[in-house]
């Protein structure tokens, strides 16, 4: 996991959760919340029923808003475990031997997550213009760092087009998102966006 992620999930931490339990009941309940949190909200959006929530990690919705005050607070929290997985992917795979590989790998896992929690992302995103918090920029900037390190990986492996742009790439990637996320088969429409993306950037480095 990278530095600014860390520090992101540790302000969450100051600043959501200021005086959590650290027992072991606690630290359980918190987890199979966050947990529950990232399948609801992937099932239903942003508006997911909170109890429900609750009710599906075995807590009662007291014991959800002891450790989250406000719906955003979870978001928060599920979005900044994903950033970070999706970081920490993307490091392990700066050492594949297949560089090509690799980036298509990253890619692919940042298209599904952008699919399965746009609403969340957008929320963060207003949020912080509205509260002036620097969250949203500070995980921005890691996904772009990953994956222009990716992409500068496979330009020197002469495995796609020299003239490739790392923002150019992954505003494609989520243009991709934007006009796969309403079909009624969107991960699929999304693999084969993306797909043609790949192909033009193999073919642009032969």
């Keep these: 996991m990278s530095k600014g992620v860390v520090i992101a999930l540790a302000r969450l931490e100051s600043q ?15 987890e199979q919340l966050v947990e529950q949190a990232k399948v609801a909200f992937a099932e239903f959006g942003v508006d997911a029923s909170l109890d429900e929530i609750a ?39 700066l050492t594949v031997e297949d ?20 609403g969340l992302a957008a929320t963060v995103m207003n949020s912080a213009l509205d509260r002036g918090n620097d969250l949203a920029s500070a995980w921005h900037a890691e996904l772009f760092e990953v994956g222009a390190a990716l992409l500068a990986r496979a330009r020197r492996s002469g495995v796609v087009a ?28 999304a693999d084969r966006l993306l797909a043609l993306l ?6 642009g480095g032969v």
């Design 16 to 30: 959501s959760h200021p005086a959590r339990p650290r027992r072991a009941d606690a630290r359980r309940n918190y």
């Design 55 to 93: 009710r599906r990690a075995g807590v009662a919705s007291g014991t959800l808003y002891r450790h989250f005050p406000t719906r955003l607070d979870l978001i928060e929290t599920v979005l900044a475990e994903q950033i970070a997985e999706l970081v920490g992917l993307g490091r392990g795979l």
């Design 99 to 118: 560089a090509f590989d690799a980036l298509a790998t990253w890619l692919r896992a940042a298209l599904m997550h952008a699919l399965t929690y746009r």
């Design 162 to 189: 020299a003239d490739a742009n790392e923002a150019d790439v992954l505003k494609m990637v989520g243009a991709i998102a934007w006009a796969a996320q309403d079909a009624p088969d969107s991960s699929a429409q």
């Design 198 to 203: 790949m192909n033009g950037l193999r073919h």
